[in-house]
């Protein structure tokens, strides 16, 4: 199982732009995909964006389409989250997580880092 820690969040205003990182330890980083997921305050988790192995499979919500790019570089065990033109909305939790398949349940989760947008 990949160990999986988030760095990069912060505060910024409408239109900043942030970018997240999520470095992968213990296993085979490449194996897996890797997802980023937010929680806002008082809402669920919701998904944001994932990225297959090799980085030729990515998805978004609609609501970060345009915005943000997800990428990898599996040298680094590494994955990032760029996210331009920021939201107040925006604002949350940003969690990685690690399945080995797009349609899995993660089985690896980090601590998350915090991101908080103001206008």
């Known amino acids: 199982q990949v160990q999986l820690v988030e760095s990069g969040g912060g505060l910024a205003q409408a239109g900043d732009s942030l970018r997240l990182s999520c470095v992968g330890s213990?296993?085979?980083?490449?194996?897996?995909?890797i997802f980023w997921f937010r929680q806002a305050p008082g809402k669920e988790r919701e998904f944001v964006a994932d990225?297959?192995?090799?980085?030729?499979?990515?998805s978004y919500s609609d609501s970060v389409k345009g915005r943000f790019a997800i990428s990898r570089d599996n040298a680094k065990s590494t994955a990032y989250l760029h996210m331009d033109v920021l939201k107040p909305e925006d604002t949350g939790i940003y969690y990685c997580?690690?399945?080995?398949?797009?349609?899995?349940?993660?089985?690896?989760w980090g601590q998350g880092t915090q991101v908080t947008v103001s206008s």
């Open positions: 997580a690690a399945a080995l398949t797009p349609q899995a349940t993660p089985e690896s």
């Open positions: 213990g296993s085979t980083f490449d194996s897996y995909v």
């Open positions: 990225i297959n192995w090799s980085g030729g499979y990515i």
